[in-house]
């Protein structure tokens, strides 16, 4: 059942789920009206009908529910956008002059954020059901049809800059998001004024040129979606820039410069980095066995991705390191069963050669 609009004393309501929220480890809130963000639908299909999304077959086939809050949840009137902090201490661009080193993205070198954003949202959501009868809620990390970055954005987190990812001025870009969809009809905050200004400090900094425009994304061209999302060879075009990147990319985010205001004493703590994640050895990536893998990796979103993709981006980072001494492991990994690991394995020597 939908719920009756609140009462007049209902902004009380708000300040007390905000001070929930940030009981449970949220260090941003915002609430925007369901239909707050009207443009999500027209710039997804645009996207999808460019064909950047590349093998990311889910953002296609659930697009009409992803366009809109009420596309999911016809019922749904508010939507509560929360925002768990990950900023690092340390700068991620640094390990690009350790080329014997792989780059795990920050977001991935500690806990699994799915299982921390979504206890605390079902925490929060809990609180709010006890607290308002009849109130409905649904909760949402990323893994549902959701456009969490719109609908933060509309909510009041911040904006999204020219690398299409939210920024937020208090915590620049190093945000987990997770929305509540609810019945009721809470006040909304406004939505966050975009102040990248003339800066294209992310567009420049990206290796494989994966922004045709501002607030464009080509997910093809991306190291993110390479190094992740894509199963199979990568275009040998880009493997070069992917450098020493062996899961994800942080570059455009670590060059934003309102990262300079985000405070590493809001990090949620399940997301400081296990030793093992900050600057693996590529020696013992290329190593890894399927058990290996599951060993190393358990806990954390690096294992969705299996041991084929990581020894398959590590092979590639090898070849770009000019360091002969994975000349052995290479040469091994050429028999690999998997042929994608075979193949990468072949090009870095080859790189390594010449």
């Known amino acids: 059942m939908v719920a ?9 309501l708000e300040q007390r789920l905000e001070a929930v929220a940030r009981a449970h480890g949220f260090v941003a809130f915002g609430i925007a009206e369901a239909g707050a963000a ?76 799915h299982d921390v954003v979504k206890r605390a949202l079902k925490a929060v959501a809990r609180w709010l059901v006890a607290e308002v009868k ?42 987990f998001l997770g929305a509540i969809y609810t019945t009721l ?7 966050g004024r975009d102040t990248c200004g003339s800066c294209s400090a992310c567009q420049d900094v990206c290796p494989t040129q994966a922004f045709p425009a501002p607030y ?18 990568i275009p040998v075009a880009l493997r070069r820039g992917i450098g020493n990147h062996v ?56 294992k969705r991705i299996g041991r084929g993709r990581m020894v398959r981006n590590a092979a590639i980072a090898a070849g770009n390191s000019g360091d002969t001494r994975f000349v052995p492991a290479l040469t091994r990994l050429t028999e690999d069963e998997s042929p994608m690991v075979a193949d990468a394995a072949l090009w870095a020597l080859a790189e390594l050669a010449s």
């Not at 690092?88 to 795990?104: N, S």
């Not at 464009?216 to 060879?233: K, V």
């Open 4 to 12: 009756e609009a609140l009462p007049l004393n209902k902004s009380s």
């Open 38 to 113: 009207p443009q999500t639908a027209a710039r997804l299909n645009q996207w999808l009908a460019e064909g950047r999304h590349g093998d990311m077959i889910w953002m296609e086939s659930r697009a009409e529910q992803r366009s809109s809050p009420k596309g999911l949840w016809p019922e749904v009137r508010s939507v509560i956008a929360l925002g768990m902090s990950y900023a690092p201490a340390q700068d991620p661009m640094a390990l690009a002059e350790h080329p014997t080193r792989g780059r795990i993205s920050v977001y991935a070198q500690g806990g699994d954020y």
């Open 134 to 175: 009849d109130a409905e809620v649904k909760v949402f990390v990323d893994t549902a049809p959701v456009m969490e970055k719109p609908l933060s954005a509309a909510a009041g987190l911040g904006w999204q800059g020219k690398h299409t990812n939210l920024v937020s001025r208090d915590h620049g870009s190093w945000l």
């Open 185 to 191: 009809d809470l006040a909304p905050a406004g939505p």
């Open 216 to 233: 464009r994304l080509d997910a093809r061209r991306c190291i993110s979606y390479l190094t992740i999302e894509h199963n199979g060879p």
């Open 247 to 302: 899961y994800g990319c942080d570059d455009c985010l670590a060059a934003c410069p309102w990262n300079k205001f985000a405070d590493t004493a809001h990090t949620h703590r399940a997301f400081l980095p296990r030793a093992e994640m900050a600057a693996p050895s590529l020696a013992d990536l290329l190593a890894l066995d399927d058990a290996d893998f599951r060993e190393v990796f358990a806990g954390s979103p690096i």
